[in-house]
């Protein structure tokens, strides 16, 4: 049999180690944690990722509009209904089966 002393030694290092654990586990900078912000951090990384794809595309339409005039015209035709001298535009009303 193991004397009184030696089972509360056992005991207290058996429960440190289990709160230990638990702490790595599940504490402020536990496994857990660790995993959240590394999944946070990811879509943070594929936000950014989007953006600059995105910002790249807006920096391409700026450049376009600055050095195209046919670019202006486009959009002017299409958004403004703009026509140039002696064209008619036809404006039909939209199709309401779709």
């Known amino acids: 049999m193991i004397p009184l002393g030696r089972r509360v030694l056992v ?3 058996g429960a440190l180690v289990l709160t230990v654990i638990i702490g790595a586990i599940l504490g402020d900078r536990g496994w857990l944690e660790v995993r959240r ?7 943070l ?31 002017a035709r299409e958004k403004l209904g703009y026509a140039r001298p002696g064209e008619i535009i036809y404006l039909f009303p939209p199709d309401e089966s779709r």
């Open 11 to 13: 005991f207290v290092v």
């Open 37 to 43: 912000r590394q999944a946070a951090q990811e879509e």
């Open 45 to 75: 990384r594929a936000e950014v990722d989007a953006l600059r794809v995105q910002n790249v595309a807006l920096m391409e339409r700026i450049e376009a509009l600055r050095e195209d005039p046919y670019v202006l015209e486009r959009i």
